[in-house]
């Protein structure tokens, strides 16, 4: 979709040093933050998590219900009958309307639990996505510097996913809440001896899920993390499939690939022994209570205490309660693993900071004139996390040009060229100085005003999944006339019209693959299309075949010639590229070391020659 | 690729589908293997979960339904048993489930690394750069299915047929009269469980499609974080986030509502099959066929029926991803490999600097045109061979044919005498080098980039290779010398840094032939100079084709090839063609246009 992406994989994003901590976290902590957690979550879903609760409450109630319906069968329409030899015809009756209406009423508890619960889990997950891009849509470029792309991307999308996972299995553990307190209700009803066997094993039940739970989520957050060691080495082996090719190095990419699967396999099987140890004991303890159950119930009954339809009841309250009991393990054992993602999501959603833009309009059009007045900028320190500039990457930098005038811009790499750039359209502000057009800083202007005037072609190709027309237009209102002039300025018309689908054919991942120099074109083109008063190239023609290079740059030029082009800024290395140029300002080291014309520069400066000679005349220079 | 194998018609999925398992099955032996006695394991095991009914049966039976002095001992027996076997089920589930991880992650690594090493042997990896992320898929994501489905969705679906057996077996001993009823009554939700799986597989296939389509839109602010900002696109950006949100939180919803609807159905089947039983059960019993206790312990298989009915229905849908999964592995590994190694039975190539020979080649791209054409040419050993041409023109086609990552549709390529589709794949690795465009490197250290070119390197070695293309200075500013680490793919070094290692490691090599893919991006002076100096001490004294983008190159080039739509149109050396006035001479032009500026005249038109 973009170079960027390409470089950084979003499942090579590095497994957060968190992950592997679960186990050692401090859970009474985790779990304080985690209630927290869930409160926010009901408070902002509320209603619909009400609802699920009731669906859940009236499920529970029903379960309850029905063991309840057949006890009250076995007592009123079982046994009478056998004993009477008759069917109780009223009472049958009876039964098999609670039977049903217990059924439908259930229908709708799940209805209630599985679908509005799901509702309000993605709903979260919906609307946390959107606060966070929300946030980095909102946030300064110098924010987005500090991180790498591979944690916003999983930020938005894992991370949110991960906090509110628990909303899965909440509702139905509410839900069971009542249940349980319904089951003791109605065991009490039914005999206290009995209940108490019910309020040994329940807990049992639960606290051996939390236990459960505990250990294994580190584990398997573990194998989550190979996980992506995996996907990581086999998108590295295969982007180097050329390398491993033509190197014969298959057998030890596939050695290498081997050791980290067998990694993961070990991870899995270990999650897998304790998934193994854990299911079956937690399946039988249910049973095993029954049995005391009705160890306990045979002397109950015969000492007249009980009924044996309270046996039953009691027995079959035990089946019924005994699997949903484990939710309430499930939301505890997610906790913490909520609690990481939303420290994660929290992190963005707390991040400050937004580039403020002026109110004012530049009057006219045409082109306009540059002003860089004393120009001071350094990056933030990431070791003090302040404001402060390690160092300065550019140091009074004064640059003017007038109206319609080509500027282009040289320096070595880590000169301070591509930062120059970004404080021309603003992506960030200087610490000194200023820059005006026409006269005016750009920071009065607003920001549409800005995006307007002036254009900039970064050296980055950046391509939206979308039509070809929509990267160029990024949704202003340009007809397919002026698409198809700005496609023909760059030099893209040629294999636009030849894409199936022409301005409409789509791009990205589904779509159409195009060259690195033609993504560059496009990249042009929408800079162009908007016909800017001030355009600014940072080596936007790198990837261009030479030949293609000179065409784009003689159509460039036509346009500035007949008036009707912008002011120009152009970084460049290529002497076509500097060619085009009025005026030449050599950067060395964040400083203007020189300016003038190419022709003056080349004579004066032996640092330029060198370094305008170096590309295209490399071999010439060493022999 | 995976929209159309799920919503496939499901008659020919589940023939396909039992096909696929067998074919999976084989492929990963050691899930195969003792396949059987977990299988046997895990039916055993569900007899736990069904002894409670029948213990509640018999004491009921025995007295405790008459109120009349049953005592704990005329039922100890029957108690002690269904104790002991279910701590026995336990034992055993936990016995086969043991096995069931093992054998399945077992096999299911070997599938990985299989598929994995077969991706290898596919010219589609080094052809169709947007299919890597599809084959990164296959041997992680679609194996994961698999190995969800196997530890338990699979064994869910034993399990729970199993126990719906069990449970029908044990209700047919009781009463085979009051089983019919049961199965009645579950009868239309079995008959419409297929409809809802269909509808359920087709709504997780758009939930698929849309989280695909919600990563791209959300990447869109992140990675094109400067383009938003720079054309004051915020609004645009966030409506297409929040559409993507929006769709992907329909399809959810939509899936959900499905799973609800199923999961209730079978609930009311449940509630209608226990209203059956107790009529149907006292007017049987009545009649004199059934005791009491018979009918009490039939409301409760009646439950250990609903669970696995419920089971199966939930674990259905799963199922068929999981099988859809399966089959995109299997179908790769079933995809030959394209260029076949000839190994052990192939030649070798004689001793000494080879030339090449295209005889009549013709390459195109499976169902697509010719990309190129007849093309004749012999390259004497030694000799230094630039090839030119438009983007488009086959002279990158050239180049992998001449270093076998694709073979010809017709004609055939030789080094020497010999054709290279003979010759196994680790001796012609060692004559013929393909050097690509971007100096790839793996995220390890600089070392480590090196031994790729050759694994048992000495640290002298290393060392030597630098001075010998007159890198020395360049690997003595290295703070960290060869332990540097290079990134994600080499990104902690300059673009024309990762240049320069792939030169070094490609000296290491040692080829006779080499093919280079020029770069065409422009990187800092300094580094360009040193590359182009490491370069031509790399060629030197060996065969090598270059695909060049540069002036230079060409002229100092031994000869020229130039290709034009697929042929080879001109050959010759520089000064000939140029003499020529065709294709090369045009492209020199705009070459020269550029070059000569450099002292002249700084005019705004560079004309």
Redo the contacts between chains.
């Keep these: 979709m973009s170079d960027r992406t390409a470089a950084e994989p979003i499942e090579a994003a590095a497994p957060d040093p968190d992950e592997r901590d679960l186990g050692t976290a401090d859970h009474q902590h985790v779990t304080g933050r985690g209630f927290a957690l869930l409160g926010r979550g009901i408070r902002e879903q509320r209603f619909l998590f009400s609802l699920s609760v009731i669906g859940s409450v009236l499920y529970g109630a029903m379960t309850v219900a029905d063991a309840w319906v057949l006890g009250w069968a076995t007592d009123h329409v079982i046994r009478p009958s056998f004993e009477r030899g008759e069917i109780a015809k009223g009472a049958l009756a009876g039964a098999i309307a609670l039977f049903l209406a217990v059924a439908i009423l259930r229908a709708l508890g799940i209805i209630g639990r599985r679908l509005i619960g799901g509702v309000v889990f993605y709903r979260l997950i919906a609307d946390y996505r959107r606060r966070v891009t929300r946030k980095y849509i909102s946030l300064p470029m110098a924010w987005h510097h500090r991180h790498p792309t591979g944690q916003l991307l999983s930020n938005a999308n894992a991370d949110v996913e991960a906090t509110w996972s628990v909303f899965m299995p909440l509702p139905m553990a509410v839900g069971v809440i009542a249940m349980l307190v319904a089951a003791i209700v109605a065991m009490l009803a039914a005999d206290v001896v009995l209940t108490i066997v019910g309020l040994i094993v329940f807990p049992a039940l639960f606290a051996i899920n939390v236990f459960y739970q505990r250990w294994l989520s580190p584990k398997v957050s573990y194998a989550q993390s190979l996980r992506g060691d995996v996907s990581s080495v086999a998108h590295e082996s295969f982007d180097g499939a050329l390398v491993v090719k033509s190197l014969g190095r298959e057998a030890d990419e596939t050695e290498r690939f081997t050791r980290v699967t067998h990694e993961l396999r070990d991870a899995n099987i270990a999650v897998g022994r304790i998934r193994s140890m854990f299911d079956p004991l937690l399946e039988a303890l249910p049973n095993l209570g029954i049995l005391l159950v009705i160890v306990l119930g045979v002397g109950r009954v015969a000492s007249g205490a009980a009924d044996p339809g309270d046996v039953v009841q009691v027995a079959y309250l035990f089946t019924v309660v005994a699997f949903p009991v484990r939710a309430i393990g499930w939301v505890l054992g997610e906790l913490p693993r909520s609690v990481v993602g939303w420290e994660r999501v929290s992190s963005v959603l707390e991040a400050e900071g937004s580039m403020s833009y002026g109110s004012s309009t530049l009057p006219g059009n045409g082109p306009v004139s540059l002003d860089v007045d004393g120009l001071t900028f350094g990056f933030a320190d990431p070791s003090t996390g302040s404001g402060t500039a390690a160092k300065d990457v550019l140091r009074g930098i004064d640059v003017e040009v007038e109206p319609g005038k080509v500027v282009a811009v040289v320096g070595a790499t880590g000169s301070g060229k591509s930062t120059l750039t970004s404080l021309l359209t603003r992506l960030v502000d200087p610490q000194h100085g200023a820059i005006r057009v026409d006269g005016h800083d750009i920071r009065e202007l607003t920001h549409a005003e800005l995006a307007k005037a002036i254009a900039v072609v970064p050296q980055a190709t950046f391509l939206f999944d979308d039509s070809v027309r929509e990267n160029v237009t990024l949704g202003g209102d340009f007809s397919d006339e002026e698409v198809w002039a700005a496609l023909r300025t760059v030099q893209a018309d040629g294999f636009v019209a030849k894409l199936p689908a022409g301005l409409d054919a789509e791009l990205g991942e589904r779509g159409t693959t195009l060259s690195g120099g033609q993504r560059q074109r496009l990249s042009l083109a929408r800079a162009l299309v908007r016909r800017p008063r001030l355009l600014v190239m940072d080596d936007a023609t790198s990837a261009v075949d030479p030949e293609v290079e000179q065409r784009i740059l003689k159509a460039l030029a036509a346009h500035t010639a007949d008036d009707d082009g912008p002011t120009v800024l152009v970084v460049a290395y290529r002497k076509a590229t500097i060619a085009l140029a009025d005026e030449v300002v050599f950067l060395d080291d964040g400083v203007i070391a020189d300016r003038g014309s190419h022709a003056e520069l080349v004579e004066r400066s032996a640092d330029y020659r060198d370094l305008v000679n170096a590309y295209d005349h490399a071999r010439e220079v060493e022999s | 690729m995976s929209t159309t194998d799920t919503v496939a018609d499901t008659e020919a999925d589940r023939l396909t589908g039992i096909a696929i398992l067998r074919r999976g099955l084989s492929l990963s032996p050691a899930i195969k293997e003792g396949l059987g006695l977990t299988l046997v394991l895990a039916i055993l095991?569900t007899i736990?979960?069904s002894?409670?009914p029948i213990?509640?049966k018999q004491?009921?039976d025995s007295g405790?339904?008459d109120?009349d002095?049953?005592?704990?001992s005329?039922?100890a027996g029957y108690?002690l048993a269904?104790?002991g076997v279910?701590?026995i089920?336990?034992?055993l589930?936990?016995w086969m489930?043991?096995r069931?991880?093992?054998a399945s992650?077992?096999g299911?690594?070997q599938l990985?690394?299989d598929a994995?090493?077969h991706?290898?042997?596919l010219s589609m990896?080094?052809q169709n750069?947007?299919r890597?992320?599809v084959?990164?898929s296959r041997?992680?994501s679609d194996i994961?299915q698999v190995?969800q489905f196997l530890?338990f969705t699979g064994i869910m679906m034993v399990v729970s047929v199993g126990q719906i057996i069990v449970a029908t077996g044990i209700m047919a001993y009781f009463s085979w009269q009051l089983t019919i009823v049961v199965w009645v009554c579950f009868l239309p939700l079995g008959i419409s469980l297929k409809y809802f799986a269909e509808r359920l597989s087709r709504a997780y296939d758009i939930v698929r499609r849309t989280v695909?389509?919600?990563?791209?839109?959300?990447?869109?602010?992140?990675?094109?974080?400067?383009?938003?900002?720079?054309?004051?696109?915020?609004r645009?950006?966030?409506q297409r986030?929040?559409d993507g949100?929006?769709r992907?939180?329909d399809a959810?919803?939509r899936a959900?509502?499905l799973?609800?609807?199923t999961?209730?159905?079978a609930?009311?089947a449940?509630?209608?099959a226990?209203?059956a039983v107790?009529?149907f059960?006292?007017?049987i019993?009545?009649s004199g066929q059934l005791s009491?206790g018979t009918?009490?312990a039939f409301?409760?298989l009646v439950?250990l029926f609903v669970g696995p009915v419920q089971m199966a229905t939930q674990v259905l849908t799963d199922a068929q991803n999981a099988i859809a999964s399966w089959r995109r592995v299997i179908e790769l590994l079933d995809t030959p490999a394209d260029v076949v190694d000839p190994g052990e039975a192939g030649t070798t190539l004689p001793g000494g600097t080879l030339g090449a020979r295209f005889e009549h080649v013709t390459f195109a791209y499976p169902d697509g045109p010719d990309v190129l054409k007849d093309v004749n040419v012999e390259i004497a050993p030694r000799q230094r061979v630039a090839v030119v041409g438009?983007?488009g023109s086959g002279k990158t086609t050239f180049a992998k044919l001449l270093?076998r990552?694709m073979d010809p549709t017709a004609g055939v390529v030789r080094l020497g005498e010999t054709d290279i589709s003979r010759v196994s794949?680790?001796d012609l690795?060692?004559h013929v080098?393909?050097?690509?465009q971007e100096g790839?490197?793996?995220?390890a250290t600089l070392r480590d980039n090196l031994l790729?070119?050759k694994?048992d390197a000495t640290e002298a070695e290393l060392v030597d290779v630098f001075g010998r293309l007159g890198l020395t200075d360049w690997y003595a500013s290295l703070p960290r010398g060869l332990d540097s680490q290079v990134g994600?793919?080499g990104?902690s070094l300059?673009a024309g840094e990762r240049q320069l290692v792939?030169l070094v490691?490609s000296a290491l090599?040692d080829p006779e032939f080499i093919v280079l893919d020029e770069a065409?991006?422009?990187?800092?002076?300094?580094?360009?100079?040193r590359?182009?100096?490491a370069l031509?001490r790399l060629l030197d004294g060996r065969s090598s084709v270059t695909i060049a983008?540069?002036?230079?190159?060409a002229e100092?080039a031994d000869r020229v090839l130039v290709f034009d739509a697929g042929r080879l149109v001109e050959d010759g050396t520089h000064a000939e063609l140029v003499e020529l006035g065709g294709v090369y001479a045009r492209?020199h032009a705009?070459?020269v246009?550029?070059?000569s500026?450099?002292?002249?005249?700084?005019?705004?038109?560079?004309?």
């Design positions: 095991s736990g979960g002894v409670v213990v509640i004491t009921v405790l339904g109120g002095g049953t005592q704990l005329d039922v108690l269904a104790l279910i701590v089920s336990s034992l589930a936990y489930r043991v069931l991880f093992v992650e077992r299911l690594a990985r690394v994995f090493r991706v290898h042997d990896l080094t750069s947007e890597r992320g084959l990164v041997v992680t994961d190995s530890q695909g389509e919600m990563l791209a839109v959300i990447a869109e602010p992140v990675v094109g974080a400067s383009v938003v900002r720079a054309y004051a696109i915020e645009r950006t966030q986030v929040d949100i929006a992907n939180l959810n919803v959900q509502k799973v609800a609807v999961f209730a159905s609930g009311v449940g509630g209608l226990n209203a107790i009529a059960g006292v007017a019993g009545l009491m009918v009490i409301a409760f439950g438009e983007t270093t990552l794949f680790n690795r060692q080098l393909m050097v690509p790839f490197l793996f995220d790729y070119g694994k994600q793919r990104e300059s792939a490691r090599a065409t991006s422009a990187v800092d002076p300094q580094t360009e100079l590359a182009t100096r031509d983008h540069r002036l230079s190159t100092n492209l705009s070459w246009a550029q070059a500026l450099s002292s002249h005249q700084p005019a705004a038109d560079p004309v």
